[in-house]
């Protein structure tokens, strides 16, 4: 019986000491890994270098027509006939649309004939008024009426105009959404109209560069419907209030459309030529780390270790292509990382593979340009 109990308990202290020992060596394991050093990060590297920029200001705007209305029928009737086509360009005063106006023709053909009638009895009792034979205010009593008959008239003429639509001014327009014989109420949209050659490219600026722009300066437009296109445009007009809100203050620019590619409501990124060129120090954008408490690069510096890279925050300036510019932090000639940024951290073993670089060009071209 005590053989059988030390056989147990030198059973249960060999498991207990197994299971004890293996935890103390999946600790070891885990402590030594930990404490070794994590291995280089290979990273793709970059010179800060100098560069000549014009001075740049970059925004996005949306273009408008220089003149744009809906137009629409100023009464009701019914369509009797259509003189525009679809996309058709059109001359300033055009008639587009006619309304039926049987019952305003006939109004005015008779205030017509009255009117001619009351001009022969004015200037009939004025002759008589000037020889004495009627008193003078029989004459007055003609000029009146002849007055109130013409204005009458002038009135009539006014709403029998209304039953047609035209053109306010030049330009194009835009799908046709009547049809004949369509009755329309006042107000009912007929056809858009816009005048689009030139036409106006509306964008903003923040304050700070406020004295750098003025009226006449070079600005240019890409479009994504016309890739590798520069559209060249200039300042027609500043506003001369700065929004609040946003602390930017709006501009609009003009540009020559003569056949039509550029069209009210497009999207573009703008650029505008602000002065003569300058020296910047610029970096590949991949080289700039963008984080809420600020912009950072990190900088390689040569140890004892090897190679380590530092963060080091910087100010940042205009972008140009695949190059931003950085207005402090950095000096010329010092190496950054331009890639793998995803896993550095300050003081960090790196190697360097520049096998494939990311493209760090001022003025980039897509390989299906």
């Given at each position: 019986m005590k053989t059988r109990m030390l056989v147990m308990l030198l059973l249960t202290a060999l498991v207990f000491g197994a299971i004890f020992g293996f935890k103390a060596f999946g600790r070891h394991m885990m402590n030594s890994h930990f404490e070794a050093p994590p291995p280089p990060v290979a990273i793709a590297t970059a010179e800060v270098r100098a560069y000549r920029w014009p001075r740049v200001l970059n925004s996005v705007g949306t273009f408008r027509a220089r003149d744009g209305a809906r137009l629409a029928a100023e009464v009701d009737g019914v369509v009797a006939a259509i003189r525009f086509e679809s996309g058709q360009s059109v001359a300033a005063g055009q008639v587009l649309l006619e309304l039926e106006a049987g019952v305003e023709q006939g109004r005015v053909a008779a205030?017509?004939?009255?009117?001619?009638?009351?001009?022969?009895?004015?200037?009939?009792?004025?002759?008589?008024?000037?020889?004495?034979?009627?008193?003078?205010?029989?004459?007055?009593?003609?000029?009146?009426?002849?007055?109130?008959?013409?204005?009458?008239?002038?009135?009539?003429?006014?709403?029998?105009?209304?039953?047609?639509?035209?053109?306010?001014?030049?330009?194009?327009?835009?799908?046709?959404?009547?049809?004949?014989?369509?009755?329309?109420?006042?107000?009912?949209?007929?056809?858009?109209?816009?005048?689009?050659?030139?036409?106006?490219?509306?964008?903003?600026?923040?304050?700070?560069?406020?004295?750098?722009?003025?009226?006449?300066?070079?600005?240019?437009?890409?479009?994504?419907?016309?890739?590798?296109?520069?559209?060249?445009?200039?300042?027609?007009?500043?506003?001369?209030?700065?929004?609040?809100?946003?602390?930017?203050?709006?501009?609009?620019?003009?540009?020559?459309?003569?056949?039509?590619?550029?069209?009210?409501?497009?999207?573009?990124?703008?650029?505008?030529?602000?002065?003569?060129?300058?020296e910047v120090l610029a970096v590949p954008m991949t080289a700039v780390r963008h984080e809420p408490f600020g912009d950072s690069v990190f900088v390689l510096n040569a140890t004892d270790g090897g190679l380590v890279v530092r963060q080091r925050f910087v100010d940042t300036g205009v972008a140009q292509g695949d190059l931003i510019a950085i207005e402090r932090g950095l000096e010329a000639g010092e190496t950054i990382a331009a890639a793998g940024l995803l896993k550095l951290r300050n003081e960090a073993l790196v190697v360097v593979n520049n096998d494939i670089l990311p493209s760090a060009e001022a003025d980039p071209e897509p390989d299906n340009r």
């Open positions: 205030l017509a004939a009255e009117l001619k009638l009351a001009r022969l009895d004015r200037e009939r009792y004025r002759e008589l008024a000037s020889r004495r034979l009627v008193p003078q205010s029989e004459a007055d009593l003609r000029d009146s009426a002849y007055e109130r008959l013409a204005a009458q008239l002038a009135a009539e003429r006014a709403l029998l105009a209304r039953k047609h639509v035209r053109a306010p001014f030049a330009g194009r327009l835009g799908i046709r959404q009547i049809s004949l014989g369509d009755y329309l109420k006042a107000g009912d949209p007929v056809v858009s109209l816009q005048s689009v050659d030139p036409i106006h490219l509306d964008f903003s600026l923040p304050e700070r560069v406020q004295g750098q722009v003025a009226v006449g300066m070079r600005v240019e437009a890409e479009l994504d419907a016309w890739p590798g296109q520069r559209f060249s445009g200039a300042i027609a007009a500043i506003e001369p209030e700065i929004d609040a809100g946003t602390r930017n203050f709006r501009l609009r620019a003009e540009f020559a459309n003569a056949d039509g590619r550029l069209m009210p409501g497009a999207f573009a990124r703008v650029r505008v030529q602000a002065g003569a060129a300058h």
